[in-house]
C-alpha cells in the first residue's frame, strides 16, 4: 500500500483511467464486430440497404477510434492500422 498523499492519489488516478481506457476498448471491440458482421451481410447478399449498414458502422468505428486516439487510450499508429483493417476488409468484399 502506498504511504504518501501523492501515491496515494497516484493510485486513483490510474484506476480511473483504467477503466475510462477500458470502455473505450470495449465500445471499439464492439463497434468493430458489428462493423465485421455488416460486411458479411452484404458480401452474402449485396444490396444497397446492406451497403448502407455498412457504411453506418463503418463511419461509428471510425468515430469511436479517432475518439479514443485523441483522447490517449490509443497511440496514433494503433488507431491508423485499425482504420485501414477495416477499409481493407470493406474493399476486399466489394471487389469479389
Given amino acids: 500500500m502506498a504511504n504518501s498523499k501523492s501515491a496515494i492519489k497516484r493510485i486513483r488516478t490510474a484506476e480511473r483511467n483504467r477503466l475510462r481506457n477500458k470502455a473505450y476498448k470495449s465500445a471499439l ?39 479514443a486516439v485523441k483522447r490517449k487510450v490509443l497511440h496514433r499508429n494503433n488507431g491508423a492500422r485499425k482504420k485501414a483493417r477495416i477499409a481493407r476488409v470493406l474493399k476486399k468484399a466489394t471487389a469479389a
Avoid: H
Avoid at 56 to 67: L, R, V
Fill in 29 to 67: 471491440k464492439t463497434l468493430t464486430k458489428k462493423y465485421f458482421s455488416a460486411v458479411e451481410t452484404y458480401t452474402a447478399e449485396p444490396n444497397p440497404e446492406n451497403m448502407e449498414m455498412v457504411n453506418q458502422a463503418m463511419s461509428a468505428a471510425y468515430s469511436k477510434i479517432d475518439k
